[in-house]
């Protein structure tokens, strides 16, 4: 970690502190964006705020700031560190909760780490990912809470878990997930996930070039019959998918619509920069 933005100011991560007595460390109460930088300008940073003030409602957490003044310290702690960055914005559950108003003084904190992205073999050969019959518990909002990626993750570090309850995909642990099928661009609808900043960009960009684009949830029955699948995220951007659990998707490899739109996106992104 390189910087941190913690009780009104800008501290070296091994100064930067919260007591024990905040929810967050107590039960798990907070929530959290994960941003990355582009030429060192923040992508999607307030698509991703408007996520997080909505996580915020959502969670009964009173948030201390406004979209404009975490905008501000965001930018702020980006110009004092020269190279791209991964960068989390918290607002944790605070010392109080009110059984009629919420966690009314929650804590706004925000980390600054140096941007480690997917290895290129990744984006060449694609990934696999193992599926889980389970569902991220509350989908509109982004918890802290991510149990669930750890403990029912296989033991590889290279893996991802897909969350198919009862053989509905809906979205991978940190991604949304998506399956072309006959022609069709398939990925789960928000009423079932998150809604991933990414993952609208990519289904705009698909949309702007006339592709045919289906707001459901995929099926594990579909798998065979698919010719790609990929998952996108803030970071890893569209990360081609090549198997899920033992199904091989298509022939194997990263197919052609999975590249296209990586190239669609990376035209587009200096649209995205903040």
Same mark, same amino acid.
């Given at each position: 970690?390189?910087?941190? =933005?913690?009780?009104?100011?800008?501290?070296?991560?091994?100064? @930067?502190?919260?007591?024990?007595?905040?929810?967050?460390?107590?039960?798990?109460?907070?929530?959290?964006? $994960?941003?990355?930088?582009?030429?060192?300008? @923040?992508?999607?940073?307030?698509?991703?705020?408007?996520?997080?003030?909505?996580?915020?409602?959502?969670?009964?957490?009173?948030?201390?700031?406004?979209?404009?003044?975490?905008?501000? /310290? /965001?930018? &702020?702690?980006?110009?004092?560190?020269?190279?791209?960055?991964?960068?989390?914005? =918290?607002?944790?559950?605070?010392?109080?909760?009110?059984?009629?108003?919420?966690?009314? &003084?929650?804590?706004?904190?925000?980390? =600054?780490?140096?941007?480690?992205?997917?290895?290129?073999?990744?984006?060449?050969?694609?990934?696999?990912?193992?599926?889980?019959?389970?569902?991220?518990?509350?989908?509109?909002?982004?918890?802290?809470? =991510?149990?669930? @990626?750890?403990?029912?993750?296989?033991?590889?570090?290279?893996?991802?878990?897909?969350?198919?309850?009862?053989?509905? /995909?809906?979205?991978?642990?940190?991604?949304?997930?998506?399956?072309?099928?006959?022609?069709?661009? /398939?990925?789960?609808?928000?009423?079932?996930?998150?809604?991933? $900043?990414?993952?609208?960009?990519?289904?705009?960009? @698909?949309?702007?070039?006339?592709?045919?684009?289906?707001?459901?949830?995929?099926?594990?029955?579909?798998?065979?019959?698919?010719?790609?699948?990929?998952?996108?995220?803030?970071?890893?951007?569209?990360?081609?998918?090549?198997?899920?659990?033992?199904?091989?998707?298509?022939?194997?490899?990263?197919?052609?619509?999975?590249?296209?739109?990586?190239?669609?996106?990376?035209?587009?992104?200096?649209?995205?920069? &903040?």
């Amino acid at each position: 970690m390189k910087l941190c =933005y913690v009780n009104g100011k800008f501290v070296p991560p091994e100064e @930067a502190l919260l007591p024990i007595s905040d929810l967050i460390i107590q039960r798990g109460i907070g929530i959290f964006e $994960t941003i990355s930088t582009y030429q060192k300008k @923040a992508l999607m940073l307030t698509p991703h705020l408007e996520r997080l003030l909505t996580g915020a409602k959502n969670s009964y957490i009173h948030p201390p700031l406004g979209i404009s003044e975490m905008r501000d /310290i /965001i930018r &702020e702690g980006i110009e004092k560190l020269d190279e791209e960055l991964l960068i989390k914005v =918290y607002l944790s559950g605070g010392d109080i909760f009110d059984r009629v108003d919420g966690f009314t &003084e929650p804590r706004f904190f925000v980390t =600054y780490d140096s941007l480690d992205l997917p290895p290129i073999e990744y984006y060449e050969n694609g990934i696999r990912l193992e599926p889980v019959d389970d569902w991220r518990d509350d989908p509109a909002t982004k918890s802290v809470d =991510y149990r669930k @990626a750890y403990t029912l993750s296989p033991h590889d570090e290279h893996t991802e878990i897909l969350y198919c309850p009862n053989g509905e /995909i809906t979205e991978s642990a940190h991604s949304s997930f998506f399956l072309c099928v006959n022609g069709m661009l /398939i990925t789960a609808p928000l009423s079932r996930v998150l809604k991933g $900043t990414t993952r609208q960009a990519v289904l705009d960009v @698909a949309r702007g070039v006339g592709m045919n684009v289906e707001e459901r949830c995929p099926l594990l029955a579909e798998l065979p019959q698919a010719t790609e699948a990929f998952i996108t995220g803030s970071v890893k951007k569209i990360l081609p998918v090549v198997r899920v659990g033992t199904q091989i998707i298509g022939d194997g490899r990263p197919g052609p619509e999975t590249k296209r739109l990586s190239a669609l996106y990376l035209e587009h992104i200096l649209e995205w920069l &903040e």
